[in-house]
């Protein structure tokens, strides 16, 4: 017959003292507090891979910043994504990388990348011209931002002021090089997603 464990009170977990060596307190379905000797807490997973059935244990952050609730929804979540056979560590490593990676993909990083292209088809000279012309106009307000987090709106403010000089010329320019940039960055994203499949 299996044994039951009884969930923890929110009391045992914080009262929970440190002792000479590292022990833990169990809350069921896996889940477990890691007391420390230095008095330190952490909420660990324990729970077997998918396919290799390898026991292995996933962090859920420390006691108090995580609380027993949040641990437990965190549980719940993993105990989802396994019932998927989808490896709970391997999932949220995923996620950090695609996060990063979002964010490491600047308007100014992905212009770069789709100028490269472009050379092959302009002079040198028309190249250093564009980049120029985004450097001055273009990248100090929309150069530092995550290529996601530009939005249409936030496009035609950085544009505004162009416009309302008369360059009308120059502002179709800058238009139609965001629209290239966009279109490169969504090809870039596709074919990541074309490889991973």
């Known amino acids: 017959m299996a044994r039951t464990t009884n969930p923890l009170t929110n009391t045992e977990v914080k009262q929970a003292k440190a002792k000479e060596k590292v022990y833990t307190l169990s809350d069921g379905g896996g889940l477990q507090l890691r007391v420390k000797p230095n008095g330190s807490k952490l909420w660990l997973f324990d729970y077997y891979r998918p396919f290799t059935k390898k026991r292995t244990s996933l962090s ?5 910043k995580i609380s027993i609730a949040e641990a437990r929804g965190k549980r719940q979540a993993a105990r989802e994504l396994l019932a998927k056979d989808t490896d709970p560590k391997e999932h949220r490593d995923e996620q950090i990388l695609i996060n990063e990676t979002s964010h490491s993909n600047t308007l100014q990083h992905v212009a770069s990348q789709w100028l490269e292209v472009k050379k092959s088809k302009v002079s040198a000279n028309h190249a ?13 307000d929309l150069g530092k931002l995550p290529i996601h987090k530009i939005t249409a709106v936030k496009a035609i403010e950085t544009i505004k002021p162009i416009a309302a000089k008369g360059h009308l010329e120059t502002v179709k320019r800058f238009c139609q090089r965001l629209n290239e940039v966009m279109v490169h960055a ?3 994203v596709n074919m990541g997603v074309r490889l991973f499949r």
Do not use: C
């Open 60 to 64: 859920f952050g420390s006691y108090p």
């Open 128 to 140: 250093l011209d564009t980049w120029r012309s985004l450097e001055g106009h273009i990248f100090p």
């Open 186 to 188: 969504v090809n870039i």
